[in-house]
């Protein structure tokens, strides 16, 4: 009769302690909560948005003012490509964005830096400094 009631006792407390694990689990899942952030706007002010598909540039032309900051961003949508414009300091591959100021009013050629595919040679556009 005693022997009973000692195996009794320790079953129950033994169950409890396998409970009281589980719910520390639980808890600590519970606290993981990520927090959710606004996805940063990487520009303000003077933007050109440049996207490049297989084979050709979202637009013919893009236009900024002489002497005032501008930041390019850059986006392959399709593919991998990349731009350079003639006579500046721009060089993105895939994605990217490249602030500059350009002084000398004119039209600059933009092309594709990457080798990316029959028509890579058709991936041309017009950037103009008014
Ligand atoms: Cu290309």
């Keep these: ?10 079953a129950v407390a033994f169950s409890a302690m396998l409970m009281t694990a589980c719910g520390g689990e639980k808890e600590q899942a519970a606290n993981s909560n990520s927090t959710t952030e606004a ?6 002010g003077n933007a050109i948005n440049i996207e490049a598909s297989n ?6 032309t893009y236009e900024v003012k002489a002497g005032e900051e501008f930041t ?3 986006k392959s949508t399709e593919g991998f490509h990349g731009i ?11 994605d990217g964005s490249k602030t500059l100021k ?8 933009i092309f594709c ?9 058709k991936m041309l556009a017009t950037l103009v400094v008014k």
């Design 84 to 94: 350079g414009i003639e006579g500046l300091d721009v060089d993105i591959q895939k």
């Design 113 to 121: 830096n990457v080798i990316c595919g029959p028509d890579h040679g």
């Design 55 to 60: 084979w050709k540039f979202n637009q013919d």
């Design 39 to 44: 996805p940063a706007t990487a520009t303000t």
């Design 1 to 10: 009769m005693n022997k009973k009631w000692t195996l009794l006792v320790s």
């Design 102 to 109: 350009v002084d000398q009013p004119g039209e600059y050629k």
């Design 72 to 74: 390019i961003n850059f």
